[in-house]
């Protein structure tokens, strides 16, 4: 069995654009796995094997690569840095035990590494910091140093300064051992010199070196107390032990710098990664939870002793068939082993298990706790099972994934593909749990749905390429909803008298707005058997049957509470079917009265322009009904946020880049729902009836 504390599962992750794919690619060349560094903007990287990565140059799908340094494990996943892609890292760091967070020098902390740093926080995920692209124009170390501080409300522990700036970096000074490393222009990330600290630097070395120490040995009071009463210094151990410590548990994140396009700096941040992030035991275990998703109280630990319990966390289709990517948290999985998957009930049998290298693979034939592997072939395992021992059956907290917000109508343009596309789409709908789809009833069309514009047309460019399913594209739609807002009370009769027995039912109920976010809620006040207690969840059923098709223009009910006040039966003729056809009378009579009013899904928007923009990208996002909340100058130009609805901001970028010459930058991701003023509710519900009519 191999040493767990050798094993390091980490993550890497960032805004689009910080260099993630580029440092990873580093850390394969420095570890000997790859000979040949690809680059990202000649599409050549080895995580991003996807043609449509390739050719965009940004990553798609998190990809897992393993490699060694100083005689430790490292499994790296890189994860997509673009919002519409944001349930990728969700998942990825739901199974690691660690992560670098990638900033870019000039860019600072940009939108998308704040949502991916709350992710972090909320999976409890210690990391280290790398300020990359020092090398580039309006680089600024100590600037990035400060907006972690500010904007993620994290404590950076500088572990490095560089030395020079901009064209002139050539490397780091390390403050424990105070050794310059000094990069040649060589570009190879092997020929750098170590030297003493460069004379102009010493005071700042001194300084920075002294806050580091300080912030670690908060960590031991022991030694804290002796720094301070005594003046002397802890060992090199004992500060190392500190930092680690602190690291563990969140207090400080260690944070280096460097450029991992001109190879300088990458090293110190491996050695890092061994010395100062939590080997799998060190992390506290996965709570395990019942069926519902309720905590049991026990937990995963860490060993290969212990029963299997593992996670699956994604699920990719190649040309070598499916493969299920798997945390193991406990215990042993060995090939031709048969596992239990809780969430099916139903059995597996483990076939090929192989070690994933990006785009190649390795076949093994054993796995043990704090692996992570991948196994071709299984038929029933979605993104988020847990798999176990068959006598020892338990779930691992499940994971929760965002509701999409846009969809597309697609048809494929031979009609002889309809079958080729549906098993496709189900592939894919198996692969990303944050994309969906369905068929329209009355229509027959086939709606795609996800998380933003860029999500959906890759979605459609992989069903052309890789399935060879060409499809014709419908206008993007807005996923609309309806809510109240007043509160009726009411009564409703359902009477069937036909030959033999009849049906009846009667409902006096109340319909009120819920608070918002809260979904559907019913209860019920009946006193003295006037609607008999087996009849209430018919009631009930047939309500919340009705949430999913308003009475304004046929879209999902949100926030509704409802509750039965009283009623009546009939000894024969009343069931549980004439009370649930009651209810759904009830609904379509009531909304009306209630004051329906639509919804639409409002977007947190972050935009970022260059100064001289300003006022007209503030003038366009008012105009698409935007409302600004801050704004915020930087170094390279001024970052806006704002809430704007999604119908608006189709096809922005495109407007956005004619506005800012190409410079603008912009990401969003839904924020909540909020009513639609009268006019955009009159043209959508005009719409909506439209179609109805033509279908």
Same mark, same amino acid.
């Given at each position: 069995? +191999?040493?767990?504390?050798?094993?390091?599962?980490?993550?890497?992750?960032?805004?689009?654009?910080?260099?993630?794919?580029?440092?990873?690619?580093?850390?394969?060349?420095?570890?000997?796995?790859?000979?040949?560094?690809?680059?990202?903007?000649? #599409?050549?990287?080895?995580?991003?094997?996807?043609?449509?990565?390739?050719?965009?140059?940004?990553?798609?799908?998190?990809?897992?690569?393993?490699?060694?340094?100083?005689?430790?494990?490292?499994?790296?996943?890189?994860?997509?840095?673009?919002?519409?892609?944001?349930?990728?890292?969700?998942?990825?760091?739901?199974?690691?035990?660690?992560?670098?967070?990638?900033?870019?020098?000039?860019?600072?902390?940009?939108?998308?590494?704040?949502?991916? %740093?709350?992710?972090?926080?909320?999976?409890?995920?210690?990391?280290?910091?790398?300020?990359?692209?020092?090398?580039?124009?309006?680089?600024?170390?100590?600037?990035?140093?400060?907006?972690?501080?500010?904007?993620?409300?994290?404590?950076?522990?500088?572990?490095?300064?560089?030395?020079? !700036?901009?064209?002139?970096?050539?490397? *780091?000074?390390?403050?424990?051992?105070?050794? $310059?490393? @000094?990069?040649? /222009?060589?570009?190879?990330?092997?020929?750098?010199?170590?030297?003493?600290?460069?004379?102009?630097?010493?005071?700042?070395?001194?300084?920075?070196?002294?806050?580091?120490?300080?912030?670690?040995?908060?960590?031991?009071?022991?030694?804290?107390?002796?720094?301070?009463?005594?003046?002397?210094?802890?060992?090199?151990? /004992?500060?190392?032990?500190?930092?680690?410590?602190?690291?563990?548990?969140?207090?400080?994140?260690? !944070?280096?710098?460097?450029?991992?396009?001109? &190879?300088?700096?990458?090293?110190?941040?491996?050695?890092?990664?061994?010395?100062?992030?939590?080997?799998?035991?060190?992390?506290?275990?996965?709570?395990?939870?019942?069926?519902?998703? &309720?905590? +049991?109280?026990?937990?995963? +630990?860490?060993?290969?002793?212990?029963?299997?319990?593992?996670?699956?966390?994604?699920?990719?289709?190649?040309?070598?068939? $499916?493969?299920?990517?798997?945390?193991?948290?406990?215990?042993?999985?060995?090939?031709?082993?048969?596992?239990? &998957?809780?969430?099916?009930?139903?059995?597996?049998?483990?076939?090929?298990?192989?070690?994933?290298?990006?785009?190649?693979?390795?076949?093994?034939?054993? $796995?043990?706790?704090?692996?992570?592997?991948?196994?071709?072939?299984?038929?029933?395992?979605?993104?988020?099972?847990?798999?176990?021992?068959?006598?020892?059956?338990?779930?691992?907290?499940?994971?929760?994934?965002?509701?999409?917000?846009?969809?597309?109508? @697609?048809?494929?343009?031979?009609?002889?593909?309809?079958?080729?596309? #549906?098993?496709?789409?189900?592939?894919?709908?198996?692969?990303?749990?944050?994309?969906?789809?369905? !068929?329209?009833?009355?229509?027959?069309?086939?709606?795609?749905?996800?998380?933003?514009?860029?999500?959906?047309?890759?979605?459609?460019?992989?069903?052309?390429?890789?399935?060879?399913?060409?499809?014709?594209?419908?206008?993007?739609?807005?996923?609309?909803?309806? !809510?109240?807002?007043?509160?009726?009370?009411?009564?409703?009769?359902?009477?069937?008298?036909?030959?033999?027995?009849?049906?009846?039912?009667?409902?006096?109920?109340?319909?009120?707005?819920?608070?918002?976010?809260?979904?559907?809620?019913?209860?019920?006040?009946?006193?003295?058997?006037?609607?008999?207690?087996?009849? %209430?969840?018919?009631?009930?059923?047939?309500?919340?049957?009705?949430?999913?098709? #308003?009475?304004?223009?046929?879209?999902?009910?949100?926030?509704?509470?409802?509750?039965?006040?009283?009623?009546?039966?009939?000894? *024969?003729?009343?069931?549980?079917?004439?009370?649930?056809?009651?209810?759904k009378g009830a609904f379509r009579q009531s909304m009306p009265k209630a004051g329906a009013?639509?919804?639409?899904?409002?977007?947190?928007?972050?935009?970022?322009?260059?100064?001289?923009?300003?006022?007209?990208?503030? #003038?366009?996002?008012?105009?698409?009904?935007?409302?600004?909340?801050?704004?915020?100058?930087? $170094?390279?130009?001024?970052?806006?946020?704002?809430?704007?609805?999604?119908?608006?901001?189709?096809?922005?970028?495109?407007?956005?880049?004619?506005?800012?010459?190409?410079?603008?930058?912009?990401?969003?991701?839904?924020?909540?729902?909020?009513?639609?003023?009268?006019?955009?509710?009159?043209?959508?519900?005009?719409?909506?009836?439209?179609?109805?009519?033509?279908?």
């Amino acid at each position: 069995m +191999t040493d767990l504390s050798k094993y390091r599962n980490i993550g890497i992750f960032a805004h689009v654009d910080a260099g993630k794919t580029t440092t990873t690619e580093r850390i394969l060349k420095l570890t000997g796995k790859i000979h040949k560094t690809g680059e990202v903007h000649d #599409g050549e990287s080895t995580t991003d094997f996807m043609e449509q990565e390739a050719e965009r140059g940004i990553t798609i799908q998190s990809a897992a690569v393993t490699c060694e340094w100083k005689k430790h494990r490292l499994n790296v996943i890189d994860t997509p840095g673009h919002v519409d892609f944001t349930v990728e890292v969700y998942r990825s760091l739901k199974v690691l035990d660690g992560g670098i967070g990638v900033f870019c020098g000039s860019g600072g902390v940009e939108p998308q590494s704040e949502t991916n %740093w709350r992710y972090a926080n909320e999976s409890e995920v210690a990391r280290v910091i790398f300020v990359n692209k020092l090398d580039r124009l309006g680089a600024d170390f100590y600037r990035v140093v400060d907006q972690v501080k500010n904007v993620l409300a994290a404590n950076p522990l500088v572990m490095v300064l560089p030395i020079g !700036t901009e064209d002139e970096f050539v490397g *780091v000074v390390d403050l424990l051992s105070r050794k $310059a490393y @000094v990069w040649d /222009d060589s570009g190879l990330p092997e020929n750098y010199e170590v030297q003493d600290v460069p004379a102009d630097m010493a005071d700042d070395v001194e300084m920075y070196r002294e806050q580091l120490i300080e912030t670690a040995l908060e960590v031991d009071e022991d030694l804290m107390m002796a720094y301070l009463e005594e003046g002397e210094e802890p060992s090199m151990e /004992d500060i190392k032990r500190c930092i680690r410590e602190g690291t563990r548990t969140l207090q400080f994140f260690p !944070t280096y710098c460097g450029s991992a396009f001109k &190879n300088k700096g990458v090293q110190l941040v491996l050695d890092a990664v061994v010395d100062y992030l939590p080997s799998p035991t060190e992390v506290d275990p996965q709570e395990l939870t019942d069926e519902e998703g &309720n905590p +049991t109280g026990e937990v995963a +630990t860490v060993s290969a002793d212990e029963p299997l319990r593992a996670l699956a966390f994604k699920i990719m289709d190649d040309r070598f068939g $499916a493969l299920t990517f798997i945390r193991i948290y406990s215990g042993v999985m060995k090939k031709g082993d048969t596992i239990l &998957n809780s969430a099916t009930g139903k059995t597996e049998r483990i076939g090929r298990m192989v070690e994933m290298q990006a785009d190649d693979r390795n076949e093994i034939s054993e $796995a043990q706790a704090g692996d992570i592997l991948a196994v071709v072939g299984m038929k029933n395992v979605q993104t988020g099972h847990t798999l176990c021992d068959v006598k020892h059956p338990c779930t691992l907290e499940a994971m929760v994934f965002p509701e999409p917000v846009i969809s597309i109508a @697609v048809a494929p343009k031979d009609k002889g593909a309809v079958d080729k596309m #549906g098993i496709a789409i189900g592939k894919m709908v198996a692969e990303d749990p944050s994309f969906r789809v369905e !068929t329209d009833e009355d229509s027959g069309e086939t709606i795609l749905k996800g998380m933003g514009e860029l999500h959906l047309d890759i979605k459609v460019d992989i069903l052309k390429r890789t399935y060879g399913v060409e499809l014709i594209v419908g206008e993007p739609q807005v996923a609309y909803r309806e !809510t109240i807002t007043m509160p009726v009370e009411d009564s409703y009769t359902h009477k069937k008298q036909s030959g033999g027995s009849g049906q009846y039912g009667k409902i006096d109920y109340k319909i009120r707005p819920a608070e918002p976010g809260t979904g559907f809620a019913f209860s019920s006040s009946v006193v003295g058997g006037n609607v008999p207690k087996e009849f %209430w969840p018919a009631v009930e059923k047939g309500f919340a049957a009705m949430m999913n098709e #308003g009475v304004l223009a046929g879209f999902p009910v949100l926030d509704v509470e409802v509750e039965l006040v009283d009623g009546a039966y009939h000894a *024969v003729d009343s069931s549980a079917i004439a009370f649930e056809i009651a209810a759904k009378g009830a609904f379509r009579q009531s909304m009306p009265k209630a004051g329906a009013q639509l919804l639409e899904p409002t977007m947190k928007v972050d935009v970022f322009s260059p100064e001289d923009n300003v006022g007209d990208v503030i #003038g366009d996002l008012n105009r698409r009904r935007g409302m600004i909340k801050d704004q915020e100058a930087g $170094a390279t130009g001024v970052r806006i946020k704002a809430d704007v609805p999604l119908s608006e901001m189709f096809g922005y970028i495109g407007h956005l880049r004619t506005i800012t010459s190409g410079r603008g930058q912009f990401s969003m991701e839904f924020s909540h729902y909020t009513p639609c003023p009268q006019q955009v509710a009159e043209k959508v519900i005009a719409e909506a009836k439209a179609r109805k009519e033509a279908k």
